[in-house]
């Protein structure tokens, strides 16, 4: 009999890859993707167990396709990752309609579980320290369009920072074997991907923990770009101590790696940096955008600010806003403090309220958006690489793309008004108009302009 599945992904790209694992292991067991939850018999959600909202997210979809499962008993509902991690037996008491917990450590276990339970298994939760680490002979299936994926170079964080439980959901610093990340980025060029996205929680301390002499990140990408033609290589989350010249200077010789550095600062307030237990303060932070704007001056630097960590006061405040308007950043996300038990932090004197913090986001946001939009408007009548998505998600009048320096799925896009082209093209497009977060531009025919640098 052919047994159906529907999967949902929360979270961040690095939940999306656990998914794709899940997702080819079913497949190879005989199980068949299906678009719809009524027409599944496995229902299965990947949960972000991060933070608060989070949570929340997690068990709206949980309560939905319970609400499926209600009309057609006969379903499996299975929830894995990071909120089973956390919450663990606590869960299975609320939710009573789910059929199995996986924790972070058991995705590639799946198919035995899914097995144990058709044969009335009795365990509900499977929780275990993390210590699996996913490598390239797993049958993993990507589910992002076919001419982009992503790809997970270390698992785990040895960082200890003060708001953050990812090092208790994930566990420590593991980091894959250069030759293997070699194996998995040529099948990924000879599948036809067209911009491969590294994502690590800190993609710079890949190879810290594989003992002195091991490759760390420049020397990982020399490799990656000698094993495969992939036109970009985009980098995800970069610790701000780590971010050195010597990898700057590689990707200035290395176009291929798009200048586009994504490197969460958390705040600029010395007293609020060292209470999130961050190793760097204002100075640090400054010395590290000039070094950036001298040997790679095109980069966009997209970043994160939290605010209402506890004790954060006006002033602390005033400094990030008086930051970004100096410094002017690609892209600026901004988060309120989400208090999570586990985290040192917990216990802090001097919680904001959710007002306050709700407040702080949106004066930051607003700023930046006026920040963005002056970006967005000196780049009108420039010439960008743009890699083509497809038909927008807006109107199926227009193809959607982006450029080197948006980032799939937290960025924004270019909105292509003229000319032909096909999903997983690289293009010329001029800049036409611009947007706070989106741009609009035309295909540039050969011979019609000047390149973009």
């Not at 970069?238 to 705040?267: C, G, W």
């Not at 410094?327 to 403090?337: N, P, R, S, W």
């Amino acid at each position: 009999m052919m047994r159906t599945f529907f999967t949902v992904s929360l979270g961040c790209p690095k939940n999306l890859v656990d998914t794709e694992l899940m997702l080819g292991l079913l497949v190879e067991a005989g199980y068949v993707p299906c678009e719809e939850a009524e027409e599944a018999d496995l229902l299965l959600v990947n949960t972000c167990g991060f933070i608060q909202s989070a949570v929340e997210e997690g068990i709206e979809e949980i309560l939905t396709l319970a609400g499926v499962k209600e009309r057609f008993p006969e379903k499996k509902l299975v929830v894995v990752g990071c909120m089973v991690q956390r919450y663990g037996a606590d869960l299975a008491s609320e939710l009573p309609e789910v059929d199995l917990f996986i924790g972070t450590e058991g995705t590639q276990d799946i198919v035995r579980r899914l097995q144990e339970l058709g044969q009335g298994g009795k365990a509900r939760v499977h929780l275990a320290p993390p210590t699996f680490l996913l490598d390239s002979t797993w049958p993993r299936r990507l589910s992002s369009p076919a001419h982009r994926a992503y790809m997970k170079v270390t698992e785990g964080c040895s960082n200890r920072c003060a708001y953050c439980l990812i090092p208790s959901l994930r566990g420590d610093l593991r980091s894959r074997n250069l030759a293997d990340l070699v194996q998995e980025v040529g099948m990924l060029g000879e599948n036809g991907v067209r911009e491969l996205t590294f994502v690590a929680q800190d993609l710079t301390a890949y190879g810290h923990d594989l003992g002195p002499g091991a490759p760390h990140l420049v020397e990982l990408l020399s490799a990656l770009l000698e094993a495969s033609a992939i036109p970009w290589f985009r980098l995800l989350y970069l610790y701000p101590t780590r971010v050195n010249a010597k990898l700057l200077e590689f990707m200035a010789a290395n176009p291929r790696i798009v200048p586009y550095l994504d490197i969460p600062l958390q705040h600029v307030s010395d007293s609020v940096l060292k209470g999130m237990n961050r190793p760097y303060g204002r100075k640090q932070i400054e010395a590290l955008l000039a070094r950036i704007r001298s040997i790679l001056p095109q980069a966009a630097i997209r970043t994160t600010f939290m605010v209402g960590f506890p004790g954060e006061k006006e002033d602390d405040v005033r400094q990030l806003a008086e930051f970004m308007q100096t410094e002017k950043l690609a892209h600026v996300g901004i988060f309120g403090y989400s208090n999570e038990e586990g985290c040192a932090a917990y216990k802090l004197p001097g919680q904001c309220t959710e007002e306050e913090k709700s407040e702080r986001r949106q004066r930051l946001m607003e700023l930046q958006g006026e920040i963005s939009l002056a970006r967005n408007q000196a780049m009108v009548g420039r010439v960008e690489k743009v890699l083509v998505e497809g038909w927008s998600r807006e109107t199926d009048l227009l193809l959607e793309g982006r450029t080197r320096f948006q980032a799939p799925e937290i960025d924004g896009c270019v909105y292509i008004t003229e000319g032909i082209c096909g999903p997983g093209d690289i293009v010329d497009v001029r800049i036409t108009e611009a947007h706070p977060y989106d741009l609009v531009g035309e295909i540039v025919k050969p011979g019609q302009g000047e390149n973009a640098d």
